[in-house]
């Protein structure tokens, strides 16, 4: 639903009164989930480039051992950055400052089948009467 004229206006002047208080804007910054996956990802980056690197010198200087631990560092770091790109994709309301309830969803797999299980059984039930 859109806001109306008057709601608008409230919520600019609410955000310029927010951003001219520089407290308030780097206690924001540091708890924005958006903030730490950035760093996250730039430091993986830099990981997968050292990592390439000892790779790339461990082939030239024919050092099997060094280019072996290159290629692991840079699967180590591409592997973080997954994992930092999907903590990125569904952050945690409460480090915002909303509210999460007490019972956390299950990961991987399982979550996914058992949500998949439980909408359908939702749509099930909100069915019309005369299909049945």
Known sequence: MPLSEHEQRLFEQIERSLAEDPK??????ASDPRFH???RLLVAA???IV???LLVYGAVIKTPP???????IMLGAAAYAVQSHRRAQSPDLHVV????????????????????????EDRWRQRPEGHR
């Open 97 to 120: 400052g909303g509210t999460t309830s007490s019972r956390r969803r299950p990961r991987g797999r399982s979550g996914r089948r058992s949500s998949l299980l439980d909408r359908m």
């Open 37 to 39: 996956a950035r760093r």
């Open 46 to 48: 830099g990981a997968i």
């Open 24 to 29: 308030f804007a780097s206690a924001v910054r």
């Open 66 to 72: 060094l280019a072996v631990g290159g290629f692991v």
């Open 51 to 53: 990592g390439l690197a």
